[in-house]
Nanobody
Framework: QVQLVESGGGLVQAGGSLRLSCAASGSIFSINVMGWYRQAPGKQRELVALITSGGTPNYADSVKGRFTIARDNVKNTVYLQTNSLKPEDTAVYYC???????????????WGQGTQVTVSS
């Protein structure tokens, strides 16, 4: 079993910042890609940012220059620093990780439970 636990969401005014964290635990041999998706009310879940085990990031165009993703491979934790937040960033943010549980298994995708980010205008 693998668990992803997010923290750091909340209510912030436009222009403000939040730092989201997601820690993976359980039966983990290695973690390939980690990252964040988000889902606003009435909309589909969308990619925010991903980062490889080697530290290469990938961002959605809507957050480039404002959000920064980072990870700590020792702690199996991924972070999302969100700056210059806009009301349209309001959503539930979900952590995602592609986890290998044994030396001979392939990676499987796991999701966190989500953390709410609300940006007021």
């Amino acid at each position: 079993q693998v668990q992803l636990v997010e923290s750091g969401g909340g209510l912030v005014q436009a222009g403000g910042s939040l730092r989201l964290s997601c820690a993976a635990s359980g039966s983990i041999f290695s973690i390939n890609v980690m990252g964040w998706y988000r889902q606003a009310p009435g909309k589909q879940r969308e990619l925010v940012a991903l980062i490889t085990s080697g530290g290469t990031p990938n961002y959605a165009d809507s957050v480039k220059g404002r959000f920064t993703i980072a990870r700590d491979n020792v702690k199996n934790t991924v972070y999302l620093q969100t700056n210059s937040l806009k009301p349209e960033d309001t959503a539930v943010y979900y952590c995602v990780a592609w986890v290998v549980v044994t030396a001979t298994s392939t990676a499987a995708r796991y999701w966190g439970q989500g953390t709410q980010v609300t940006v007021s205008s």
